[in-house]
């Protein structure tokens, strides 16, 4: 398939203004995409390096401008919650509090994944709270 670039430069008589459109739309969902992913890098570095603070507030900045982003509000919520972390840096409770702050968003794309990962966490928290005693 032809980027959107090629297509303006190639015969253009022979694509239909719809089927332009669309590939640019496609091209703006997958720029969209690799934008987000490194947004949530960036934020799970600054985490991972103890710097939990900055990650909070990138992740807040970033859902405060597009609040609708669900793997936003689930990656997050994993930095809090992760397994690998070291205990201070783990808060089952924080986790859950920006799940519950995302599944009260209006217009978030899906709330599936995040129920899914909510039920995940609690699970989670269980077997942690088992293996303390």
């Known amino acids: 398939m032809q980027s959107p670039?090629?297509?303006?430069?190639?015969?253009?008589?022979?694509?239909?203004l719809g089927e332009i459109s669309g590939e640019i739309?496609?091209?703006?969902e997958i720029e969209g995409c690799k934008t987000r992913l490194i947004r949530v890098s960036l934020a799970e570095s600054f985490f991972?390096?103890?710097n939990t603070r900055k990650a909070d507030a990138l992740?807040?900045?970033w859902l405060n401008e597009n609040p609708d982003w669900e793997w936003g509000w689930i990656a997050w919520a994993d930095c809090w919650c992760?397994?690998?972390?070291?205990?201070?840096?783990?808060?089952?409770?924080?986790?859950?509090?920006?799940?519950?702050?995302?599944?009260e968003m209006p217009g978030l794309s899906s709330k599936k994944y995040v129920r899914q990962r909510y039920r995940k966490?609690?699970?989670r928290k269980r077997e942690f709270h088992l293996n303390l005693y």
């Open 5 to 16: 670039y090629t297509l303006f430069s190639s015969d253009i008589h022979s694509y239909q």
């Open 25 to 28: 739309e496609k091209q703006s």
């Open 48 to 50: 991972r390096r103890g």
């Open 59 to 61: 992740f807040r900045g």
């Open 82 to 103: 992760a397994w690998d972390q070291p205990c201070g840096g783990r808060d089952f409770d924080k986790a859950e509090r920006i799940l519950n702050e995302a599944l």
């Open 121 to 123: 966490l609690q699970r």
